[in-house]
Structures are given as C-alpha cells and as structure tokens.
C-alpha cells in the first residue's frame, strides 16, 4: 500500500516500460547524501525521520540502533565476465559471488537453450540457483569463524563445468 505512492502512476496504474520514472524524495536524500556523507545516514536529522517513520508504523529500528553501526569497512568490488560483459559485483560478505558464479554457470549453458526457454532451460535455471545459494549457506563469510573457498577455484573453468554438468 505505501509504495504505490512511489512505484505506481497516480497511486494506481504500473508505468509502461518506456516512461520516465522520477523519485523526488529519493533524489533529495542521495543528494543530501552525497553532500554530507555516508557518517549523516547514522547520525543526524535522516536516523530521526527513519526512527519517526518505524515507530508511525510498528517497524522495529530505532536512532539509536543507526548511531551504534560502526565505522563503514569499504571494499573492492569483485569482477567476472558473463558472455562479453564486464560484471562488477560486491564483494564478501555481500552476496556478490553467488552472483557471478550464477552468470558463470549460466554461461556453461548452450544459447540455443536459453532462447528456446523450455522446460530444460527453467530446469537449469532453477538448479543453478539452487546450488548457488546452497553454496553459500555452507559457506557463511565470516573469516575469523569459516575456512573460506577460494574464489579463484570458484570461478575455476573445470569446476564450473563440472557443476554445470552436474545439472544437466
């Protein structure tokens, strides 16, 4: 219901894939972002609209819980490639690479079944994601407690062809 106001024509209607879709609010806050910092989301007047927002409507986070984040840690984002495309992702602990290993395995799948989309394609698909993301829960990224995997023998051309092969 509250985001109709945000994502539907007039609160009512879907836009066509061709219309311009502007969110003013989003733009001011980006932009008050920009110009203060990434330090202003935790502290200041945005935590206190969020904090009235959550408690107008029963949500559970708190200004104080905002002004307890730590420091930001920035990362380098990771890199693949996906058929001739560069794709940049985030990395560890964010879920970056499942990502790509998704478009890697997908890779591994012949086009001509990937354009004919039938069962053998949604099959695939669905496996991918499956292990994928089973990958990953055994897996949690937490160095101090997990052994981690190597990413380089996750995106290894022999294990993604094994995998994949797996699938099929």
Do not use: C, W
């Amino acid at each position: 219901k509250s985001g109709a106001r945000y994502f539907l024509k007039d609160k009512t209607t879907a836009y066509d894939p061709k219309d311009l879709f502007i969110q003013d609010e989003l733009s001011e806050f980006l932009s008050y972002l920009a110009e203060n910092g990434y330090k202003s989301f935790y502290h200041g007047k945005i935590p206190k609209i969020i904090d009235a927002d959550m408690r107008k409507n029963k949500g559970l986070l708190r200004e104080d819980d905002l002004v307890m984040i730590p420091k930001i840690i920035e990362r380098e984002p990771i890199v693949g490639k996906y058929r001739n495309m560069t794709v940049k992702t985030f990395p560890p602990p964010a879920v970056g690479r499942i990502l790509l290993l998704i478009l890697m395995l997908l890779e591994q799948l012949p086009l001509k079944i990937i354009k004919n989309q039938k069962s053998e394609f949604y099959h695939y698909l669905v496996e991918t994601f499956k292990r994928s993301l089973t990958f990953r829960t055994q897996r949690p990224y937490d160095v101090a407690t997990y052994k981690q995997f190597d990413d380089k023998l996750l995106f290894d051309k022999t294990f993604l062809k094994h995998l994949s092969e797996s699938i099929i």
